[in-house]
């Protein structure tokens, strides 16, 4: 089912993009004043290069800066602009999506969970998907509860995640430990999740900034107000010392409504940033809240003609 579905978007994107429709009514679309913040994690080279391609032909590609002074009145922007941010800091990053941002020179934000950074292992999700996916144990247990794996991984996954997310930051690492103290899993599984170096995110700083997404990635909204400052201030500062220019901008761990509230979002407004990011589909404009402003997840987007038809709202016959 999802096969044909992905048939038939590739194939009305194409009709809606050769057939002048797409940029004929980017001129005229009621909504074309609001900005797209785009959101990817990890996507094929050949994918990005297509994206791309097909926003700077329909779109303005702008920084979140500037994204961020127009939002605040501080600075217009063209219609119909988009802003391209990556999450998790990545080393694919630097291999597949940096040259493809250099070519068409265009900019671009990553948020970056320092302490994966610093350790140079994978971030604990990352390493719990790797477990799920590749153990031979029928069960996992996290405390007192038990996971059978199954056949569908991707739900015992998402299962365990759920459980480590609710846990106290003391608690989800020991629950970790005590998960991998006997894991063995093939390289295949983990070699996606290697993060950045220090040395590859400065060798970048001329096309992409990049800002504070916490120390470990936790659930913030169940951690303890000190926990909360520390996960926050200290990934910002940890970026600034580093490497040595002003951090502005946050993203919220996985970023839905069940990952932040009010007291998380007003810890991020009292240390000293400008906007946080959300993964909660939708487009901004002025007069947003700029402690929960949305994003477009992008990452399962087949082709540049399929993104640019959702981004121009021209999607109208299947769930986006």
Same mark, same amino acid.
């Given at each position: 089912? /999802?096969?044909v579905?992905?048939?038939?978007?590739?194939?009305?994107?194409?009709? *809606?993009?050769?057939?002048?429709?797409?940029?004929?009514?980017?001129?005229?679309r009621p909504?074309?004043?609001?900005?797209? @913040?785009l959101?990817y994690?990890? !996507?094929?080279?050949?994918?990005?290069?297509?994206?791309v391609?097909?926003?700077?032909?329909?779109?303005?590609?702008?920084?979140l800066?500037?994204? &961020?002074?127009?939002? /605040?009145?501080?600075?217009?922007?063209?219609?119909?602009?988009v802003v391209?941010?990556?999450?998790?800091?990545?080393?694919?990053?630097? #291999?597949?999506?940096?040259?493809?941002l250099?070519?068409y020179d265009?900019?671009?934000? *990553?948020?970056?969970?320092?302490?994966? !950074?610093?350790?140079?292992e994978?971030?604990?999700?990352?390493?719990?998907k790797?477990?799920?996916?590749?153990?031979? /144990?029928?069960?996992?247990? @996290?405390?007192?509860a038990?996971?059978?794996?199954g056949?569908?991984?991707?739900?015992?996954?998402?299962?365990?995640?759920?459980?480590?997310?609710?846990?106290?930051l003391?608690?989800? #690492?020991?629950?970790?430990?005590?998960?991998?103290r006997d894991?063995?899993?093939?390289d295949?599984?983990?070699?996606?999740?290697?993060?950045?170096?220090?040395?590859q995110?400065?060798? *970048?700083r001329e096309?992409?900034?990049?800002?504070?997404?916490?120390?470990?990635?936790p659930?913030l909204? !169940?951690? #303890?107000?000190?926990?909360? $400052?520390?996960? @926050?201030?200290?990934s910002?500062?940890?970026?600034?010392?580093?490497?040595?220019?002003?951090?502005?901008?946050f993203?919220?761990?996985?970023? /839905?409504?069940?990952?932040?509230?009010?007291?998380?979002? #007003?810890?991020?407004?009292?240390?000293?940033?400008?906007?946080?990011?959300?993964? @909660?589909? =939708?487009? &901004?404009?002025?007069?947003?809240?700029?402690?929960?402003?949305p994003r477009i $997840? &992008?990452?399962?987007?087949?082709? =540049?003609? !399929?993104?640019?038809?959702?981004?121009s709202?021209?999607?109208?016959f299947?769930?986006?």
């Amino acid at each position: 089912m /999802q096969a044909v579905k992905d048939i038939i978007k590739s194939r009305y994107s194409s009709l *809606m993009w050769n057939s002048g429709l797409v940029s004929a009514w980017l001129k005229f679309r009621p909504r074309k004043h609001l900005v797209a @913040i785009l959101n990817y994690h990890h !996507i094929a080279s050949d994918v990005f290069a297509d994206h791309v391609r097909s926003l700077v032909k329909a779109f303005r590609v702008i920084s979140l800066a500037e994204c &961020c002074d127009y939002l /605040q009145g501080r600075l217009d922007v063209p219609t119909n602009s988009v802003v391209i941010t990556f999450d998790d800091a990545y080393r694919q990053f630097f #291999d597949d999506v940096f040259p493809i941002l250099k070519q068409y020179d265009v900019p671009a934000t *990553m948020f970056v969970p320092t302490d994966s !950074i610093d350790s140079q292992e994978p971030l604990w999700f990352n390493r719990v998907k790797a477990l799920v996916f590749g153990t031979r /144990q029928e069960s996992l247990r @996290i405390d007192d509860a038990v996971v059978n794996i199954g056949e569908d991984r991707q739900r015992a996954y998402h299962e365990v995640t759920a459980l480590l997310n609710g846990c106290s930051l003391e608690a989800r #690492d020991a629950s970790l430990d005590h998960l991998f103290r006997d894991a063995s899993f093939s390289d295949r599984h983990i070699a996606r999740y290697r993060p950045l170096t220090w040395e590859q995110i400065r060798e *970048m700083r001329e096309f992409v900034t990049f800002e504070a997404h916490t120390l470990s990635h936790p659930n913030l909204r !169940i951690l #303890d107000s000190w926990e909360l $400052v520390r996960e @926050i201030e200290g990934s910002k500062r940890r970026l600034e010392e580093t490497l040595n220019h002003e951090v502005r901008h946050f993203a919220f761990p996985f970023g /839905q409504r069940a990952h932040f509230n009010d007291d998380v979002a #007003d810890v991020v407004r009292r240390g000293g940033f400008d906007c946080a990011l959300t993964t @909660i589909r =939708g487009s &901004c404009g002025p007069g947003d809240d700029l402690f929960r402003l949305p994003r477009i $997840v &992008c990452d399962g987007i087949n082709n =540049g003609r !399929i993104l640019v038809t959702r981004l121009s709202n021209l999607w109208v016959f299947l769930s986006t």
